[in-house]
């Protein structure tokens, strides 16, 4: 097999990022137009992502938020963004890289990206494997329309709506959107 000396996986996926950034610059500038709203799931693992406590103990290997009617003081840098939400009544501030989110989702159109990422506790591969790791981890998909599902962490983030009761567990569980939306 010829070697990518390009490497286009990693520039696709760097795009990619670049849809998402772009897509909260926007939100942060001018709000939520229409009826989009997003799921945003990343790593808690992650070099850089700043989290309370609270929030890595209960979900210690990935979280999804919500951004949709209650979120505050969305800031988008070329790196990450910062923003305030609400977990059960309580108010925090999440700082979360690019780098860090898994996966992207807007139901009001039914779009969605899924990135690889790499958290600390990844041990660093000898140079010739971090490059087989790399091309098989850093193909960016873009989620099929039809059939969408997140990974979300056992509890839901208030911002969520009403979803149904699960029984708490250590990580997330497949779920179907339309358990969440309004019926």
Known sequence: MPTDHIRYDLLAQEALRGVLRRVLADVARNGLPGEHHFYVTFDTRAPGLKISERLRTEHP??????????????????????????????????????????????????????????????PAAAPAEAEDTKRRESKPVIAPAAEPKLALPAQAPADAGEPEPRPPGPGGEVVRLDRFRKK
């Open 61 to 122: 290997e990935e979280m999804t938020i919500v951004l949709q009617h209650q979120f505050w003081d969305l800031t988008v840098t070329d790196q990450a963004f910062e923003i305030g939400l609400s977990f059960k009544g309580i108010p925090e501030r999440l700082s979360i890289p690019f780098e860090a989110v898994k996966g992207f989702f807007d139901p009001s159109v039914q779009f969605g990206l899924q990135f690889a990422t790499q958290t600390a506790s990844e």
